[in-house]
């Protein structure tokens, strides 16, 4: 998790087709228990190797300012970066068909078994390791921050508003993000 | 429940959905407000069933809306509910991410990128710090939220097997 790593961090991007998107973010999907980041970011940067943790975070900064669904916006940019139209239709089939049948079918089943008292406690300890994971995709993300004060401020600042202030997203985004932006335009 | 308008209902998540700058949790309130405090389509104990079974379910924790549809109309409610979570990435996102692209090296797309990016990452944190109190009860459930982080940040295991790992843990009653 050094300066180190991102440098050596070879891509293997010489071309990607609509059909690997599809595949890849099927397994996204289908392995995201608690949250798709860490998922998406396991897939992506350390499995397939199509973007570095630079490209990553970049890419779902974007995502996170428009509506909806954070990982739903990286899956339609990444889709269009590696294969256009088609790439971003068939990362978005992959990323959302399958979650649509099983999410339903695990209401069938929680219908009928979600009381047991087994099913609520395994989904106890599973709840603990889904805290776990986004906790490490956060440290590994991090690791690209460059060794400055402003980034780590501005981090910082986020993380007190939503975080320990519980004030509202929009609200901390409209506070922070003009200064964000304007010091990185003015000093880089 | 009262007559079900699923042409109203595909509306207003279509409104919803463009207004949810930020993600998925910004509209919560405001989707839990229409379907079960305005219309009665669902009790609010359905509602909090529905939420916890779509946040178990592999994939994005955005889609207890499409359960919502299900449990309203079946497939034609999945329909009217999960379209419209699609039709914001499907246009704008497109669009930008068209601009991005084409122009990656212009100043504004620059600065928006770099000089959010620790944000995004303090945003990150935040989820991950509300979760982990959210789901802890105690320090065991600490405990495992602590070892997964070591887990992943050290070994290249599938975290699946951490999952595995802590569903046992659950049944044998540690947590």
Redesign the interface.
């Known amino acids: 998790?050094s300066d180190q790593t991102l440098e050596q961090q070879k891509l293997l991007t010489t071309s990607v087709t609509p059909l690997q998107l599809f595949v890849a973010f099927s397994r996204i999907?289908?392995?995201?228990?608690?949250?798709?980041?860490?998922w998406a970011r396991?897939e992506l940067i350390?499995r397939q190797r199509w973007l570095t943790e630079r490209d990553f975070?970049?890419i779902?900064?974007?995502?996170?300012?428009?509506?909806?669904?954070?990982?739903?916006?990286l899956?339609?940019?990444v889709g269009?970066?590696f294969a256009g139209?088609s790439g971003?239709a068939s990362a978005?089939a992959g990323?959302?068909g399958?979650?649509?049948l099983?999410?339903?079918g695990?209401?069938i089943l929680?219908q009928n078994y979600?009381q047991l008292p087994?099913v609520q406690?395994?989904?106890?300890?599973?709840?603990?390791?889904?805290?776990?994971?986004?906790?490490?995709?956060?440290?590994?993300?991090?690791a690209?921050?460059p060794r400055h004060f402003?980034?780590?401020?501005?981090?910082?600042?986020?993380?007190?508003g939503?975080?320990?202030m519980r004030w509202?997203?929009?609200w901390v985004?409209a506070a922070?993000?003009p200064w964000?932006?304007?010091?990185?335009?003015k000093y880089? | 429940m009262e007559g079900l308008d699923l042409g109203a209902l595909f509306l207003q998540f279509l409104i919803l959905?463009?207004?949810?700058?930020?993600?998925?949790?910004?509209i919560f309130p405001d989707i839990h407000r229409y379907v079960v405090e305005a219309h009665h389509l669902l009790t609010g104990e359905q509602f909090a069933?529905?939420y916890?079974?779509?946040?178990?379910?592999?994939?994005?924790?955005?889609?207890?809306v499409?359960?919502i549809g299900?449990?309203l109309a079946g497939w034609k409610g999945?329909v009217a509910t999960?379209i419209p979570?699609?039709v914001?990435?499907?246009t704008?996102?497109?669009f930008?991410?068209?601009l991005?692209?084409r122009y990656p090296d212009a100043?504004i797309f620059?600065?928006?990128?770099?000089?959010?990016?620790?944000?995004?990452?303090?945003?990150?944190?935040?989820?991950?710090?509300?979760?982990?109190r959210t789901?802890?009860h105690d320090w065991r459930?600490?405990l495992?939220?602590?070892?997964?982080?070591a887990v992943?940040?050290r070994k290249?295991w599938n975290?699946?097997w951490?999952?595995a790992?802590?569903?046992?843990?659950?049944?044998l009653?540690?947590?």
């Open positions: 998790m999907s289908l392995s995201s228990f608690g949250g798709a980041i860490f396991r350390e975070l970049e779902y900064t974007l995502g996170q300012l428009l509506p909806g669904p954070n990982v739903l916006n899956t339609v940019m269009y970066r139209w971003a978005v990323f959302l399958w979650p649509c099983v999410v339903v695990m209401g929680y979600g087994y406690q395994a989904l106890g300890g599973m709840s603990s390791v889904a805290a776990g994971l986004l906790l490490a995709t956060v440290i590994k993300l991090a690209v921050l402003r980034p780590w401020l501005f981090g910082a600042l986020a993380f007190i939503v975080g320990v509202p997203l929009l985004m922070l993000a964000a932006v304007f010091a990185t335009w880089e | 959905w463009f207004l949810a700058i930020g993600g998925p949790s910004t069933e529905i916890t079974v779509a946040q178990v379910a592999p994939g994005p924790n955005a889609m207890y499409t359960l299900w449990y999945v999960t979570l699609l914001p990435a499907t704008l996102t497109m930008v991410g068209h991005n692209e100043p620059r600065a928006i990128r770099r000089g959010l990016m620790p944000i995004t990452i303090g945003l990150v944190f935040a989820s991950a710090m509300i979760l982990m789901v802890n459930g600490y495992i939220t602590l070892v997964t982080v992943v940040l290249p975290p699946l951490l999952f790992g802590g569903a046992l843990a659950g049944i009653g540690f947590v």
